[in-house]
T-cell receptor, first 113, second 115 residues
Framework: DQQVKQNSPSLSVQEGRISILNCDYT??????FLWYKKYPAEGPTFLISISSIKDKNEDGRFTVFLNKSAKHLSLHIVPSQPGDSAVYFC????????????FGTGTRLQVTL | KAGVTQTPRYLIKTRGQQVTLSCSPISGHRSVSWYQQTPGQGLQFLFEYFSETQRNKGNFPGRFSGRQFSNSRSEMNVSTLELGDSALYLC??????????????FGNGTRLTVT
């Protein structure tokens, strides 16, 4: 039962353009949503999060949008840079699951010159 | 501030053996979680410890176990290794307990290969 889904395994974007990574979830009990970036041979690095009571959160080049009615969130990276090339994971947590994060399967972003 | 430290970085074991992985959380962090990452399944939650007590457990067989010490350091153990246990094992820590939106901070993992 995949409660958090990232349906695009890969995405290629030109440097300077916008990258949009999508994530869908099925469990309406999730309270928080987080995005992590992962380089090969390293652990995931936290990027940005959003509470279920908000619909947008922004941090520098990164913005996360949450649409609760559609159970959908997206991460926007503007402008995209070559160093953003990595695998991006969407994760969710909710009341009753303590600190447990449920992860999507990831989207590999490649930013080309 | 030092990050989450996992040792060893790489391990090769044979089927039937057991293995112990170690994790030192960020100083002051009392919650430690473990995740398994495989190409087909992504990151799967193993268990979470807070104040030396297991607070949550994922859907893994009893061969997977863990513990947390009074200094918040944690170990996980896998007994009777199977080929399918080959994976990257990630440890993560956070300051408090519960789903409060504060992020988990991950170590670089232990790459376990079972032959």
């Amino acid at each position: 039962d995949q409660q958090v889904k990232q349906n695009s395994p890969s995405l290629s974007v030109q440097e300077g353009r916008i990258s949009i990574l999508n994530c869908d979830y099925t469990n309406s009990m999730f309270d928080y949503f987080l995005w992590y970036k992962k380089y090969p041979a390293e652990g995931p690095t936290f990027l940005i999060s959003i509470s279920s009571i908000k619909d947008k959160n922004e941090d520098g080049r990164f913005t996360v949008f949450l649409n609760k009615s559609a159970k959908h969130l997206s991460l926007h990276i503007v402008p995209s840079q070559p160093g953003d090339s990595a695998v991006y994971f969407c994760a969710a947590s909710g009341a009753g699951t303590a600190s447990k994060l449920t992860f999507g399967t990831g989207t590999r972003l490649q930013v080309t010159l | 501030k030092a990050g989450v430290t996992q040792t060893p970085r790489y391990l090769i074991k044979t089927r039937g053996q057991q293995v112990t992985l170690s994790c030192s959380p960020i100083s002051g962090h009392r919650s430690v979680s473990w995740y398994q990452q495989t190409p087909g399944q992504g990151l799967q939650f193993l268990f979470e410890y807070f104040s030396e007590t297991q607070r949550n457990k994922g859907n893994f067989p009893g061969r997977f176990s863990g513990r947390q010490f009074s200094n918040s350091r944690s170990e996980m153990n896998v007994s009777t290794l199977e080929l399918g246990d080959s994976a990257l094992y990630l440890c993560a820590s956070k300051l408090g307990q519960g789903a409060d939106g504060s992020p988990l901070h991950f170590g670089n993992g232990t790459r376990l290969t079972v032959t």
